[in-house]
């Protein structure tokens, strides 16, 4: 009577550890030292399709009390369900770094990342930051905002793109200012892009597409320009953040 | 024990009666099983959920109208959609729940489609018919379709749309890279539309590779590809240096000289390097080469190879006569055939000879070699597929050296092998073979590629709509791509044409490049004198742009040949070159059309009238726009740019043709400092 059941347990036992093993992740690699203050080195502020990879990896810097970088320490990172790390924790390089690259989730919206890290009292440490996931609408906006609107509304300049933003009389407001734009409505941003600045008393520097755009190419815009504005604007959607 | 049970027996089942009233309860409880299961089913308790979270929502009465309780399904017979998804899935229409974060009361995100003429497996894939979220987004035993991550979503647009999607830029370069980074060589890929998939990379052939390069230098090469190029194609077949050292046996061995493909210096290479880098810079050759600068970054194009290290690379005799003309060693090339004489032949190739790195063949050390490594190199060569590529002397193009790929995208997973840890998706599966194919055996043949995780990304996405689905698909359901069409200019001027290969830059009727602009109706466009001018001395129009077109050194009678060609043939018929004049236009209408300019139009914001006032960077520059352009062009395109060439940015104003006549005069003022001013005042 006794040995059946223990066979049992111990059958029971094994499954039961098997299972779990394979349930419980990589182990943790062990930190060498410990920093005082993590700091973004790139990789915030993106914008990707739903469920896709950022274009850049994400960098972030362990830095200790003075300042100096730290090596060898662990850094992990989390994010909302759905938001994936690769690699999701890593002892800081030699220069005090860790680079991981991140798919964010099946859903449109923003999405906060946590990098943490312990310092030598076993404090946790966090850096928040932002990304942005786009939706098809957005995604088609951000294709029109390439063709049509980059080039004086992106203020940044590099070799094969070179901004006309400088080069404007007026500065025409760049779609990451949320403090202004935020305010204007959407039946107010179609009239600008419809009918061109003097629609609303601006600059005509800004031309009219009424005629080159469809109002579902100007709708998907303007569920772009709602989804990068900084700060977030009401009709972004949800932040995702870790629950 | 015994005891026990027969004294239960007896309690229950004692006399008739009471096992009447045991049975029939019995009996009760399991007819209770079916609604009690009902009732407590997963939609259920979603549904519920959806009521419980909507009712504080200032909105709740029209959420509460529009919602209906019980099972729903959307059944699309005609493309076999039976989806029950918005049993749970109950708020994908109220676009006012925008701010819900938690599934499955997400509304749908805003697509062009209706949720009730598709359904939602068509493109979530996933078992529409289930009720159970394990059943509906899991692959069952039953079931082994899971849902599809959203990351490969655009795969499901690529099912019914066989071209290119403005939103879908997954896909498009998934498709892009299956034919550009040559899968498709040893991969068939036959579309639903019956066509087959083509390569669009051009790898060189190999039957005359000794008067090109060195056997160190190919030795270097097959090891390590991207230790040359870091932008290179070909991938890492990953062989030992005995196998590199037969197969490099081989191919110089099988070579055979081509007459011409090499010359006797006609000028020792030039030593000047500053000479080199300008004339490297005005030929414009980084429209289509990259090579790492100074600080390590790649520079220029990837229409042609990377030039880094060059100098390693190519034989100067050889180099030499491909300068002079590459279309003797290979007549399908890319590469313009420039008109460069010797010395500027001695100058650019003593400036490409000295772009080399000192470590790569460094360590390369062979000897002669035996009858028997070449023997074991040929049976490399074909065990490796190398002729599925490259054209090589004597060793016949496989066929079907790869499994076809047609209907990967529905490929049972039953049938596939997955590694330790691996998620068993197909899109796993297919991610993980493109990302490391000799990891699933290290007998495999599929070489290593150098993707970045957004391309493995991307070729997933375009594998994965090649399925079933898209291939049995009502044809009045498919949207059909514009085939690439097969234009070739005829005559002198069209073997001109392809000597300086346009098309690998310019596209012409539906054939050719996108990099510089589309030439089909370039006749009707620009001025006569003007065209003559510019393919004698091209200069850019664009102030910020860094590609251009290069200087070929045409001779006179080229120049007018081409141009000859192109104001015959490139005609729009909506544009009647002759109805308008190139000048005379009275000094009123040239004010007014000034004022549209500055003020209604604000062309400024993006053209360059007076350099000295305006300075609108993206649009052509004008100052010189009345010795380019025709009249009657200008004319047309203020009214409508787009019907005259698609995709370009300048907005349609919708001009009233009285505007535009105005406009059209103040613009055709604009002659420059060029020769036709110089001339009107002799005159």
């Known amino acids: 009577m006794i040995r059946p059941s223990l066979t049992i347990v111990t059958l029971l036992a094994a499954v039961l550890a098997t299972s779990c093993s394979h ?221 | 024990m015994k005891e026990k049970l027969t004294s239960l027996w007896q309690k229950l089942f004692g006399d008739s009666v009471r096992a009447f009233g045991v049975v029939s309860f019995i009996f009760l409880v399991s007819l209770a099983v079916a609604p009690a299961k009902n009732y407590f089913s997963e939609w259920r308790h979603y549904q519920h959920g959806y009521l419980q979270m909507i009712r504080n929502r200032s909105d709740a009465n029209t959420l509460q109208r529009h919602f209906r309780g019980g099972i729903q399904q959307i059944w699309l017979p005609e493309i076999d959609v039976v989806d029950r998804c918005t049993s749970c899935h109950v708020a994908l229409k109220e676009a006012s729940l925008a701010d819900v974060p938690i599934q499955p009361f997400r509304p749908h995100p805003v697509i062009p489609h209706k949720l009730d003429q598709f359904g939602c497996t068509i493109c979530h894939r996933g078992q529409g018919a289930a009720t159970t979220v394990a059943e509906a987004h899991n692959s069952t035993l039953a079931w082994e379709q899971p849902i599809l991550p959203a990351r490969y979503i655009e795969s499901s647009c690529g099912e019914c749309h066989r071209g290119p999607l403005a939103g879908t830029p997954v896909l498009n370069r998934g498709r892009n890279m299956l034919s550009r980074e040559g899968c498709v060589h040893c991969h068939t890929v036959k579309l639903p539309d019956g066509s087959t998939m083509k390569a669009t990379d051009d790898p060189p052939s190999l039957s005359h590779i000794a008067d090109k390069t060195t056997r160190e230098w190919i030795f270097a090469w097959l090891k390590d590809p991207q230790a040359y190029a870091s932008t290179a194609t070909m991938p890492n077949f990953k062989l030992t240096d005995d196998d590199a050292r037969d197969i490099s046996a081989f191919l110089i061995a099988n070579s055979t000289p081509a007459p011409g493909d090499t010359v006797a210096l006609s000028a020792k290479p030039s030593t000047d390097p500053a000479a080199g880098a300008s004339l490297y810079g005005e030929s414009f050759c980084a429209s289509c080469h990259a090579a790492q600068n100074a600080a390590g970054n790649l520079v220029g194009g990837d229409v042609g190879p990377e030039l880094t290290r060059v100098g390693n690379k190519v034989k100067p005799e ?190 012409i009727n539906g054939h050719g490049g996108d990099m510089a602009p589309d030439l089909t109706w370039e006749g009707s466009s620009v001025q006569r004198e003007w065209l003559v001018r510019f393919l004698k001395n091209p200069g850019t129009l664009r102030p910020s742009l860094i590609r251009r077109m290069p200087r070929f050194n045409l001779t006179d009678s080229e120049a007018n040949e081409l141009t000859d060609y192109i104001m015959t043939v490139y005609q729009s018929p909506a544009v009647d070159r002759d109805s308008m004049p190139l000048s005379g236009y009275s000094p009123g209408q040239v004010e007014l059309g000034k004022q549209l300019f500055y003020g209604k139009y604000a062309c400024q914001a993006c053209h360059i009238v007076d350099s000295n006032r305006d300075k609108g960077y993206i649009g052509p520059t004008l100052t010189q726009v009345g010795s380019r352009l025709t009249a009657a062009w200008i004319d047309q395109w203020m009214k409508d740019p787009q019907a005259l060439r698609p995709g370009t940015t300048e907005p349609n104003r919708a001009m009233s043709d009285e505007d535009a006549r105005a406009l059209t005069a103040f613009l055709m003022s604009q002659k420059g400092a060029g020769k036709s001013e110089v001339a009107r005042t002799k005159r």
């Open chain 1, 23 to 243: 349930r419980a992740s990589a182990p943790l690699p062990k930190p060498t030292a410990f920093g005082a203050a993590i700091v973004e080195s790139s990789g915030g502020k993106q914008t990707a399709q739903t469920g896709s990879l950022l274009p850049q990896p994400v960098v972030v810097q362990l830095n200790d009390a003075q300042g100096n970088s730290v090596t060898g320490a662990l850094v992990e990172f989390s994010a909302a369900p759905g938001v994936t790390f690769d690699p999701p924790n890593a002892l800081t390089d030699s220069s005090g770094q860790v680079t991981t690259s991140v798919s964010l989730g099946g859903m449109a919206g923003r999405y906060q990342i946590v990098a943490s890290t312990f310092d030598k009292s076993h404090k946790k440490i966090d850096l928040q930051l932002e990304e942005i996931a786009l939706s098809y609408q957005q995604t088609l906006g951000r294709q029109l905002n390439n063709q049509y609107c980059d080039r004086c509304h992106n203020p940044e300049s590099t070799v094969e793109r070179v901004s006309n933003y400088d080069n404007l009389e007026v500065k025409p407001h760049p779609f990451t200012e949320g403090d202004s734009l935020n305010k204007i409505s959407d039946a107010d941003l179609t009239a600008i892009i419809s009918h061109g600045g003097p629609a609303l008393n601006k600059s005509a520097l800004m031309p009219a597409w009424a005629n080159t755009l469809s109002k579902s190419d100007i709708e998907a815009l303007i569920s772009y320009i709602r989804a990068v504005s900084d700060p977030p604007s009401r009709e972004a959607g949800p932040v995702y953040a870790k629950n």
């Open chain 2, 318 to 507: 050889w180099l030499q006569a491909w300068l002079r003309n590459p279309r003797t060693y290979d007549a399908e090339t890319a590469m313009p055939h420039y008109r460069f004489n010797d010395a500027q032949i001695a100058t650019l190739s003593g400036f490409l000879l000295a772009k080399t790195d000192s470590d790569l063949l460094a360590n390369v050390h062979l000897e002669a070699a035996t009858p028997e490594q070449i023997a074991h190199g040929k049976r490399l060569v074909s065990d490796y597929g190398c002729a599925s590529c490259h054209e090589i002397a004597g060793i016949k193009k496989p066929e079907a050296f790869a499994p076809e790929l047609s209907h990967i995208g529905s490929k049972p997973i039953a049938q596939l092998i997955f590694l330790p840890g691996m998620p068993h998706t197909l899109p796993d599966y297919i991610a993980g073979k493109i990302k490391q194919p000799r990891a699933f055996s290290p007998g495999l043949k599929m070489p290593q590629y150098t993707f970045t995780p957004m391309q493995i990304d991307a070729l997933t996405t375009a594998l994965l709509s090649l399925n079933d689905r898209s291939n049995t698909l009502p044809p009045s359901l498919a949207v059909a791509a514009i085939p690439e069409s097969n234009y070739e200019p005829a005559g002198k001027a069209g073997k001109l044409m392809n000597d300086l290969a346009c098309f690998s830059c310019h596209r």
